[in-house]
């Protein structure tokens, strides 16, 4: 078989498998979840002996230490796999909910109901763990996965996905259908464009990584792709804003966490209290080490500062805007009000999360409905956008798209729905 | 300006009118669509004469009487257009509900609210009170349009485009984003995939039309698109079918209106009943001058039977299974019971809309579950899959996708959403 051939096999059977998984009640697949990460766990020395072999390639191929630390498995981080199993496990089966139910005027029940979206393919890079949190969520919510890890992880991840199948037999024998968790059985490049044009098996592809595995993923596809790009979040703070909560939110979605999407990129400052606002949160800024990119206005009223350390400082090109720096780097404006704050994020910004500080309501309003994103707070860090802080439990991604899932994608958006319509012979006339 | 920078130009515009639109309120949007409504029935002789213009191009470049039919307007089209505006108008405004409100710990509440999608481009055929239809139903939702119809109502669509326009700005005046209504304003064929490049200011795609245009629309896509691509729906008798309850379903899917995509295609007949049911559903098959197209088993029942006018019946081929016929021809098979009648429809369907006739909640349940389809029914018709049916008032399309809207599409299958944090200076720790 040729490479097209095998890998629309691997997907015909991911379709099956999945018409089978759908059938699973919420019992038996938490049954396979907690066997999965006990088998993990108690796997854990071939797992690591795996990944040993990846690391070593890995490190004669010459790979970044960063790059090195996302694919290193210790005895903690498989813990941590078994844990986010174990997690999935107890939260509540998002399949056959009901969304809507209505009776129609000739006596016809409907009910919209929350299925499985089918077959997933999830595309990512050198993490191992996505590898067992992917499986899980979409096992969970009833869908078949088919895994594209990153090549330097391929053994670390064979292993994992073959443990997982191993588990889930185990725990249902027969009934366990054993195709709903596939890896990738190649490195080969031109493996993800021959499968994200099997549209006949492959209902959705979630990619996970940098901008540019992203972009050459939704490029290619010819099925739907709920992804974000980036993450070029704003804080924008107001003139009626409280001073000291607008610096430590501020503070706060820059610091906690830089090298995330939902970190913050860029401070908008209203014009009429720029002067009182930019160098209090400019001493602080420069005290944790942060670097300014500052239109005109904000360098005049920044420059003059005296900050220990010196403040690092420099003008913002135009592209500075768009940028998003995943480091301890930040965008400073002045705007003209909550109106040029929002045409600055719609302009610029990634549709991700997006923060205004104030005390007036009504300025308030005008941001949260005109602001274009997929989460935007007032009075709270752009930070929050995350699986876990809006109770969803593990997550898979963030989207920025509008069709589909937006925002952080727990179970429930691991679904789709059917609609339902019981009758008592009704006929259309 | 090239063809590109053209469409460029016009998409740009629409995300600006878009984000002018999200923020009218219901008043002022029903207001615009009542006026729109009169305009169109005043304008009458206008839309009539534009549509003489179109029309007698399309006859003279030889089009077939079926299309002509579909382009021609008349004063009652006319009104069916204004009438579908009043509906809409009549309609909840779907922006602005809370889907989902929580307190986090923290105490920051989280609400996820509908939005609208922002730029979508309608394609279609060649009638053009889909013009009026789609831009109504769009503009209801807070989403601006880029319209795309048949070449052939070019000038028809211009006008009632024009229109729409231009009775949204009597009413409003300058708060009217004239270019939330905006018609390609050439028929070349490239501005398709041109238009469908533009991910930076077009949300979706919903094409409307036959399979071809369907299916050329989503391989050159590179924004989301919503469809189906054709109506393969099943009809499945189960054993324990009241029969006259199955006959009258049967008769309804497929001779009350056999052109639409929620009729039946292929029934599916539980072996050990089929002895029975078959005989007197073919003769009344017969007597509406349905020809089928049969497995051997279902050949053998039917071939002895007596009908006035006699039955015509043939082999069916595997291609039959899979074809929608929009027409008096019908799949038959002899199937062993619900779980071959389910592997059937999975297999040869297109996830439209399929029904089980049965007494026995059981089976009907394992049909319910199993069949993968938008819309399934047990003792009802198939044909109920409609938008006004499920009392959704209007409909623009129906979906056959798993992302995004699934069945028929209504205003709220027209929106997004967007998550709202609240907080009272709530910082990530």
Chains 1, 2 share one sequence.
Not at 62 to 78: C, K, Q, S, T, Y
Not at 138 to 164: D, Y
Not at 167 to 181: K, M
Not at 404 to 425: N, V
Request: hydrophobic share 45%.
């Amino acid at each position: 078989m040729n490479l097209q051939e095998q890998l629309t096999e691997l997907a015909r059977r991911a379709k099956a498998a999945a018409r089978a998984l759908a059938l699973l009640n919420t019992a038996e697949k938490n049954q396979c979840l907690l066997a999965m990460a006990d088998r993990l766990e108690q796997q854990t020395s071939a797992l690591l002996e795996a990944n040993r072999e990846d690391m070593q390639a890995a490190e004669a191929a010459g790979l970044r230490p960063a790059m090195l630390d996302r694919l290193r498995l210790d005895a903690g981080r498989v813990q941590a796999m078994a844990r986010g199993l174990r997690e999935v496990a107890a939260l509540p089966d998002p399949v056959g909910r009901i969304l809507d139910e209505r009776v129609r005027p000739n006596g016809l029940r409907l009910r919209k109901v929350t299925v499985p979206i089918g077959v997933i393919v999830i595309i990512y890079e050198a993490r191992p763990n996505v590898t067992a949190d992917a499986a899980g969520l979409c096992f969970k919510s009833g869908n078949a996965t088919i895994l594209r890890g990153g090549r330097e992880a391929f053994h670390t991840n064979r292993l994992i996905a073959a443990l997982l199948v191993q588990a889930g037999q185990a725990a249902l024998g027969q009934r366990f259908p054993a195709e709903a968790i596939q890896l990738v059985p190649t490195a080969e490049r031109e493996a993800i464009p021959i499968l994200l044009s099997l549209t006949s098996y492959v209902d959705l592809c979630i990619p996970r990584g940098g901008e540019g595995l992203i972009r050459a993923v939704a490029e290619c596809s010819r099925v739907p792709v709920i992804k974000h790009y980036k993450g070029v979040c704003h804080v924008y703070v107001d003139r009626d804003a409280d001073p000291d909560m607008a610096e430590r939110i501020v503070i706060n979605a820059k610091c906690q966490r830089p090298a995330v999407c939902n970190a913050m990129e860029t401070l908008l400052v209203d014009r009429s209290i720029a002067a009182q606002f930019l160098p209090r949160v400019g001493a602080e800024l420069a005290r944790r080490k942060v670097q300014l990119r500052a239109d005109a206005e904000a360098i005049r009223l920044l420059s003059g500062v005296r900050t220990e350390p010196p403040l690092e400082l420099r003008p913002a090109i135009e592209q500075d805007w768009y940028t998003e720096y995943n480091d301890l780097i930040l965008n400073v404006r002045v705007v003209n009000g909550v109106q040029e704050a929002i045409e600055h994020i719609n302009q610029y910004g990634s549709a991700h999360s997006d923060a205004i500080v104030t005390a007036n309501e009504t300025t308030a309003q005008r941001f949260l409905n005109g602001v274009d994103a997929a989460a935007v707070y007032w009075n709270a860090s752009t930070r929050f956008t995350d699986g876990g802080e809006f109770g969803m439990g593990a997550e898979i991604g963030i989207s920025t798209d509008k069709v589909g899932a937006r925002g952080p994608m727990g179970l429930e958006e691991l679904t789709s729905y059917k609609w339902i319509g019981i009758g008592q012979g009704q006929i259309r006339t």
